[in-house]
Antibody
Framework: QVHLVESGGGVVQPGRSLRLSCAAS????????MHWVRQAPGKGLEWVAV????????VYADSVKGRFTISRDNSKNTLSLHMDSLRAEDTATYYC???????????WGQGTLVTVSS | EIVLTQSPGTLSLSPGESATLSCRAS???????LMWYQQKPGQAPRLLIY???SRDTGIPDRFRGSGSGTDFTLTISRLEPEDFAVYYC??????????FGQGTKVEIK
């Protein structure tokens, strides 16, 4: 079955960087678009970024554009999110998500918590 | 970018009752990219409905998605104890971003 496992979360000071990773298994990783979605504590869901199945296109939410970089390694079945210039408002649980039918988000990881605080 | 507004914010119901959750778009949705997710405390969201009305694999038929234009509905008939959760609608236009509604909490009355 599909398995997505995020890692790399933690506490980081404002202005610093952090890199999240997502290990995928149970499907042909290189066939699917992949996303990061985040959820601030007690808040709703916010789409963060998408990378096309072959890495040819990347799109970001306005809130993270220019600061976050999504990437993937199809040979290692891994998805990454490099986050620079972190702000307090980036504090959230970050989910790795597989896109499937009609642009839906069918499979989610368990999430990794990023806390930006001094 | 279409904004999704969900109502009500909280729905208080008893097991066995039916729930009607609304998702209103700021302008007409002309494609089929309207989804619904369920999220329980401490868990990742789970896809329920895609393409306005198609249930994802393993989703019970008591979950029904419907609607068109600006008004979309998730109906849960005969609420089971495990259905009490937060529900989000989501839309994708012809290009990114994907947008979510703010969520509706279905709680036990």
């Amino acid at each position: 079955q599909v398995h997505l496992v995020e890692s790399g979360g933690g506490v980081v000071q404002p202005g610093r960087s952090l890199r999240l990773s997502c290990a995928a298994s149970g499907f042909t990783f290189g066939d699917y678009g992949m996303h990061w979605v985040r959820q601030a504590p007690g808040k709703g869901l916010e789409w963060v970024a998408v990378i096309w199945y072959d890495g040819s296109k990347k799109v970001y939410a306005d809130s993270v554009k220019g600061r976050f970089t999504i990437s993937r390694d199809n040979s290692k079945n891994t998805l990454s999110l490099h986050m620079d210039s972190l702000r307090a408002e980036d504090t959230a649980t970050y989910y790795c998500v597989r896109e499937r039918w009609l642009k839906s988000f069918e499979n989610w990881g368990q999430g990794t918590l990023v806390t930006v605080s001094s | 970018e279409i904004v999704l507004t969900q109502s009500p914010g909280t729905l208080s119901l008893s097991p066995g009752e039916s729930a009607t959750l609304s998702c209103r778009a700021s302008q007409a949705i002309t494609n089929r990219y309207l989804m619904w997710y369920q999220q329980k405390p401490g868990q990742a969201p789970r896809l329920l409905i895609y393409g306005v009305s198609s249930r994802d694999t393993g989703i019970p038929d008591r979950f029904r998605g419907s609607g068109s234009g600006t008004d979309f509905t998730l109906t849960i008939s005969r609420l089971e104890p495990e259905d009490f959760a937060v529900y989000y609608c989501q839309h994708y236009g012809d290009s990114p971003p994907w947008t979510f509604g703010q969520g509706t909490k279905v709680e036990i009355k």
